[in-house]
């Protein structure tokens, strides 16, 4: 499933406790508006298909097999690198 936890040193992690249990998310960007700081969080274990129908509404769908969730990961894995390779050239 992508990249393992120890493989992404650069990149930071929160656990979130909720009610049903512990989430792990990857910080995406903390970011400021107005007068406050807010963060971007993506869990690392959830990641769904996405649509839009005919009048742009979008809707979640759950990848249903593990073939499927490989190949979302490592495309996952490299937008966070394009970002990353990003961030450094500016």
Known sequence: ???KKEDMDDEMYVTLSLDD????CVV???????????IALLPT?????????AQ???SL?????DEEFEIV???FDEWLDEQEYAE???
């Open 1 to 3: 499933m992508g990249k």
């Open 21 to 24: 249990g512990d989430v792990e």
């Open 28 to 38: 995406i960007t903390i970011f400021t508006a107005g007068d406050r700081d807010y």
């Open 45 to 53: 274990e959830e990641i769904y298909r996405y649509a839009e129908d």
């Open 56 to 58: 742009g509404n979008p």
């Open 61 to 65: 769908t759950n990848i249903e097999s």
């Open 73 to 75: 990961s490592d495309r």
């Open 88 to 90: 450094m050239s500016e």
